[in-house]
């Protein structure tokens, strides 16, 4: 700061100069001014104003001792930054997300010196964006929008003062999600391959058509769903809800078809929300037909529950329209078919074996009595033909006690073992009493007292062990030469 002065005669003196702030005491302070004429100081008076109003007055002496005295001077300081201020209307919450994507910001600024200059404002997708030094936005700006696009932006505004004080950055951030997420459904349906001996689940080549049995539906998901997913399907009024096991962005479910569920066409319909709460939307199969009945133009696979049995209808095997079912009972599954039906071509029954402790068998009634079916078995697959009307179960029989009897003995030269409640081939061991193997008897039910090499084993105690069908009975028996 500084100002003029002047002396016509005996001129000033420079040691002589002297200031009162807001009508104080008067205070020496040295004049920085480097020609005559005019006064400064930068080091003594400045400091002492702070932010708000002052009363300054300079008083000064010439050579002669004469003191002259400036008129009181008003002086406005403004040290202090403005600070700015940003909200939304449209996405108030700076952690939630939303989905629209037209954004509405309300901007304000205070200053309590010099008053608002204006802003300059940065709009990107970098929390630590700092604004630059140049005003683009006028003081009585209030508010700004913006069409954005999805993701996380930033509006980062810097307010100045008419001091030219620049304040701090302050910035706002918008979460955005426009897009809805998308459940792709894939429906998996029973798939009979008999040279691979495999009955699976596999996406059917054309239009999903369900008959009675399993099948899976697989959704998957382009975003994790903060409520939901869950799946129905509708048919006319009526939804039925397929419970899903998964997280994330895959689930799976399993739905059964009876004889009991009305033909006709099933939509899926899918409920969840994403983060924004966007409603999910279906891609891939929409709607699948349901259908019971086998009419003679078509071919049918109908499957059990676990996929372990399966009956193919091919296509001419019936007259008019037939419905069949495989029902699991305890180790059977039982064939419930309406109206009874008449093969114009032989049918096919198929079981998995899975266990080979037990046998399997198909039985077929006839209305008057029950019978056992020729059947083979093919990769795996125990397969029977039928082609007469009639009830018919596929299954295992539970397998009997391995029971084993040795006789006559110990007075003949040979010892019989029967053998009940197993196949008829059988291998039988013979130990001595300290376990050591001396015989092995494949395809026969007698021991004749020799050793592997045929010579005769001494008289004694002997321990047997019978093995058939996975199952093993032991006992002893005495040789006497």
Do not use: C
Not at 324 to 336: F, I, Q, T, V
């Amino acid at each position: 700061m500084g100002g003029e002065v002047e002396d016509e005669l005996s001129g000033i003196d420079p040691g002589s100069f002297e200031y009162s702030l807001n009508g104080g005491p008067w205070v020496r302070f040295e004049n920085d001014a480097d020609r005559p004429g005019v006064w400064a100081d930068v080091d003594e008076i400045p400091p002492l104003i702070g932010d708000g109003r002052f009363r300054l007055r300079v008083r000064v002496k010439d050579r002669a001792g004469n003191a002259g005295v400036s008129e009181e001077v008003p002086i406005s300081a403004d040290a202090r930054p403005p600070v700015a201020f940003i909200s939304s209307p449209t996405h108030p919450e700076q952690n939630a997300w939303y989905s629209k994507r037209r954004v509405e910001f309300t901007i304000s600024g205070w200053d309590g010196g010099s008053g608002l200059a204006g802003y300059s404002f940065a709009l990107d997708r970098s929390p630590d964006t700092v604004p630059e030094e140049a005003i683009t936005l006028r003081p009585e700006t209030r508010k700004l929008e913006f069409e954005l696009a999805d993701g996380t932006w930033f509006l980062h505004l810097r307010p100045v003062d008419e001091a030219g004080n620049w304040g701090e950055t302050v910035s706002f951030r918008v979460n955005i999600d426009s897009t809805p997420p998308r459940a792709r459904i894939e429906l998996l349906t029973p798939k009979l391959d008999i040279s691979k001996g495999e009955l699976r689940l596999e996406r059917p080549a054309d239009r999903p058509v369900l008959r009675p049995g399993p099948a899976e539906v697989i959704l998957t998901l382009t975003e994790k769903l903060t409520e939901g997913p869950r799946l129905f399907i509708r048919f006319g009024n009526a939804a039925e809800r397929v419970t899903l096991e998964g997280e994330g962005l895959r689930f799976r479910g399993r739905i059964y078809i009876d004889l009991e569920a009305p033909e006709g066409e099933r939509e899926f319909v899918v409920e969840g929300s994403d983060r924004a709460g966007n409603s999910v939307s279906i891609a891939g199969v929409r709607r699948f037909l349901v259908r019971t009945s086998v009419g003679p133009d078509e071919e049918a696979l109908i499957a059990s529950w676990d996929l372990k049995a399966a009956l193919l209808i091919p296509k001419g095997a019936v007259e008019g329209e037939v419905e069949a079912e495989l029902r699991r009972e305890g180790s059977w599954y039982r064939a419930a078919t309406h109206p009874e039906i008449v093969f114009k071509r032989p049918a096919k029954a198929i079981l998995l074996r899975a266990d080979p402790l037990r046998r399997p068998f198909l039985i077929f009634n006839d209305g008057v009595r029950s019978f056992r079916l020729d059947a083979e078995v093919r990769n795996g697959m125990l397969i029977a033909e039928i082609e007469r009307p009639g009830r018919f179960s596929i299954g295992y029989l539970k397998p009997k006690k391995l029971e084993v009897r040795a006789a006559p003995n110990p007075f003949t030269t040979a010892t019989t073992f029967y053998i009940s409640g197993g196949a008829k081939e059988a291998v039988i061991r013979i130990f001595r009493p300290d376990g050591k193997l001396i015989k092995t008897l494949k395809g026969m039910r007698s021991w004749d007292g020799t050793d592997e090499e045929g010579r005769r084993v001494e008289s004694g105690i002997y321990i047997y062990q019978v093995e058939s069908e996975g199952r093993i009975a032991s006992g002893t028996v005495v040789f006497i030469r």
